[in-house]
């Protein structure tokens, strides 16, 4: 998973990263047999993928995303929110870059 750095809780680690302090803060609140699953990384996972979007996606999809109980559609989310993101900085690259475009030779020293 890229890691778009969208607020301060992601911004400098990736999702790899804060999944393995998440377990790690959550390893003492689980029996053994629960930590060692594969199925509870992968469910960490989501969360901390979700929490990584804070600050982009609405109060509403936050809260759908975190009462959500299936995995797979807490990841989906977290898909389809940062490839939206990632359209909008692409957009606004594309923008900015349009604009120097049309700037002419005065902004030849930035482009």
Known sequence: MENYGLNYYSAFSSIP??????????????????????????EVTSFVAIRALTG???????????????TIERFNAAYDLMRQHKALLENMAEYASQDLR???EECTDLW
């Open 17 to 42: 990263q804060l999944t393995s302090v998440a377990l790690e803060m959550l390893e003492p609140y689980y029996s053994s047999e629960v930590n060692g699953s594969e199925e509870h990384e992968m």
């Open 56 to 70: 982009f996606c609405s109060p509403r999809e936050m809260a759908a995303a975190l009462q959500c109980k299936n």
């Open 102 to 104: 049309n700037c002419g």
